[in-house]
C-alpha cells in the first residue's frame, strides 16, 4: 500500500492533483483544503490513504497525518464514503473537526456538500464516543482499526464464510454452524478411509 507520496506537483484540479515522483504520475484526490496547500511545480510531500477496491485503485491525499486520521474515523460511519469525507475535510480543519464532534454540532458538519442533517447526527453521534476525552489533549483522533471497517465486515460475513476458515475452537460445536462444514468434515472422514 502507498503511504505517502514526496514529489513534485505536476497538476491541480478541481478535486485531484498529480504528484510526479520521479517520473511517475500518482493522481491522488484530495480535499479542497489540501488542494490549497500544494502549489503548481513545487515539491510536496502528501499523506496517502490507498483504496483498493475490484474495479479501481484510488489514491486520497492529505496535507498531514492528522488529517489522514480524521478521514479513516470519518469513513466508518455508515453513509461516509471517500468523497463525503473529504468533503468535510474540506470545510472543517482536524482542530474544528474534534471541535465539531465533541460538542455534537450538526451545523458545522452539514455545512460539508452530501452531508445533510441525518447523515451530520450520524457522524456526531458515532463519533462522540470515539473522541470523548482527547478533545483537550491535542486533538489527535485515535487511529481507526482497519479491521473494524465496513468494508472488512462486509467480507467476514456469515454467508460468506468457508469451512475452512472456521477453527474447531470458535464454537463447541462447530459442525453444527453450516451445512458447508458438515459437508466438508464428511468429505475429510471419508477421504481418511
Known amino acids: 500500500m502507498i503511504s505517502r507520496l514526496k514529489g513534485i506537483v505536476d497538476t491541480i484540479g478541481s478535486e485531484s492533483a498529480v504528484i510526479d515522483v520521479n517520473g511517475v ?9 489540501t488542494l ?3 502549489a503548481l511545480g513545487e515539491a510536496a510531500v502528501v499523506e496517502v490513504e490507498t483504496h483498493v477496491r475490484e474495479d479501481h485503485i484510488h489514491l486520497y491525499g492529505f496535507f498531514d497525518k492528522a488529517e489522514r486520521d480524521w478521514f479513516r474515523l470519518l469513513t466508518t460511519v455508515q453513509g461516509v464514503g471517500a468523497k463525503v469525507g473529504l ?11 474534534l471541535r465539531a464532534v465533541a460538542a455534537g454540532d450538526k451545523a458545522a458538519l452539514g455545512r460539508a456538500s452530501g452531508v445533510g442533517p441525518k447523515l451530520a447526527t450520524r457522524i456526531a453521534s458515532e463519533l462522540k464516543d470515539k473522541v470523548g476525552n482527547w478533545a483537550s489533549s491535542g486533538g489527535r483522533p485515535p487511529r481507526a482499526d482497519p479491521r473494524r471497517s465496513p468494508a472488512r465486515r462486509r467480507r467476514r460475513s456469515p454467508t460468506r464464510l468457508r469451512p475452512w476458515s472456521i477453527s474447531a475452537t470458535a464454537h463447541p460445536r462447530p459442525w453444527a454452524r453450516c451445512r458447508a462444514l458438515r459437508a466438508c468434515l464428511a468429505r475429510r472422514r471419508a477421504s481418511k478411509r
Not at 25 to 33: D, E, H, K, W
Not at 87 to 97: F, K, N, T, Y
Open 25 to 33: 504520475g500518482y493522481l491522488v484526490f484530495a480535499s479542497g483544503r
Open 36 to 38: 490549497g496547500k500544494l
Open 87 to 97: 468533503a468535510i475535510l474540506g470545510v472543517l480543519s482536524p482542530d474544528e473537526l
